[in-house]
């Protein structure tokens, strides 16, 4: 298993209660894959540095989380179905 960093940004129509569905539901597609979550940093409501589909703002999410590299494409897959998951990015952690 690889340790790997994903990044999320829900949309803010969703609110509080809706950006903690949403986070449950990435948590979710990693162990349906076969991952395992380590840690989670929820960051809160932040800024956007230029607007993304003319939203402004947006929850923000670190997920730090051990899943085989073979499964990062069906991670992906996974992820581009969950509604209100505005971004995402998915980058391998160094090794050191």
Do not use: H
């Amino acid at each position: 298993m690889k340790n790997y960093e994903l990044m999320t940004i829900s949309k803010k129509a969703l609110g509080e209660e809706g950006f903690e569905t949403v986070s449950g539901l990435v948590k979710e597609a990693i162990s349906k894959v076969g991952g395992e979550v380590t840690n989670s940093t929820p960051w809160g409501r932040r800024k956007f540095a230029y607007k993304i589909d003319k939203e402004t703002e947006g929850f923000y999410e670190v997920i730090d989380a051990d899943l085989p590299a073979s499964k990062v494409d069906a991670l992906n897959t996974r992820l581009s179905l969950i509604e209100g998951l505005q971004r995402y990015l998915i980058s391998a952690k160094d090794s050191k």
